[in-house]
């Protein structure tokens, strides 16, 4: 079974600063996706960025990076330069590519921007 | 274009009532998810559903959770006899391919069910 783990309730970042918000992975499969969602107060979650387990670079899309280091089952995403409507909740998930499976979803971690 | 819609936004059922939530996927989108997210929790998933098909309904918690998609667009997710633990903000998200690791998933608003 798939499993993902987020150790920060919460985290705080001052305005035009970097946060790297954590996630580990725990899965058996040998293929698999990962993904970070990011959830405002409205409730609507906003998908950031993906990475494949066969994927040789770091995904990057924009201010959002994906720090993976597969040997230790890691995911974290990194947010640089802070905006205040960064703060949110962010979701680390992950699914496998068999098919039409669901994503497992960890407990997210609230991130609060501070100007 | 228009994303994923869900209604209503909030629903307060007092205990034992059924409730209905409906989900209006992206046009076109084959697969279409359903979770449920408890207060301060990650989504669980409840049930997915390829078209019109019903493939997995693997995270329904009990009997009383049904869903259907008929034509293979709209969803509805029933709730019957509702207890309060049923209490969470449920979320739909559709994606346009049926499988595959990059895939991504589409999430409406959510529906947030308070039973009294």
């Known amino acids: 079974a798939q499993k993902i783990t987020q150790t920060q309730p919460g985290m705080f970042v001052q305005e035009k600063e970097a946060v790297t918000l954590d996630c580990t992975y725990d899965?058996?499969?040998?293929?698999?996706?990962l993904f970070w969602y990011k959830q405002p107060s409205s409730g609507e979650m906003i998908f950031l960025i993906y990475q494949g387990s066969y994927d040789q670079q770091n995904a990057t899309e924009g201010r959002y990076s994906l720090n993976f280091q597969k040997a230790r089952k890691s995911a974290n995403l990194v947010i640089s330069a802070s905006q205040l409507g960064d703060s949110a909740m962010y979701f680390c998930a992950m699914r496998d590519p068999s098919g039409n499976t669901p994503l497992v979803f960890g407990k997210g971690t609230r991130l609060s921007v501070i100007a | 274009g228009a994303g994923v819609s869900q209604s209503p936004r909030y629903k307060v059922a007092k205990r034992g009532q059924d409730v209905a939530l409906r989900c209006d996927p992206i046009s076109g989108h084959v697969s279409l998810f359903w979770y449920q997210q408890a207060l301060g929790q990650g989504p669980e998933f409840l049930t997915y559903f390829q078209n019109e098909a019903q493939l997995d309904k693997s995270g329904l918690p009990s009997d009383r959770f049904f869903a259907e998609r008929p034509e293979g667009s709209v969803s509805t997710l029933k709730i019957q006899r509702t207890q309060q633990e049923d209490s969470a903000v449920y979320l739909c998200a559709s994606s346009p391919q049926p499988s595959g690791a990059y895939n991504e998933q589409f999430f409406g608003p959510g529906t947030r069910l308070t039973v009294l």
């Open positions: 899965t058996s499969d040998p293929s698999y996706g």
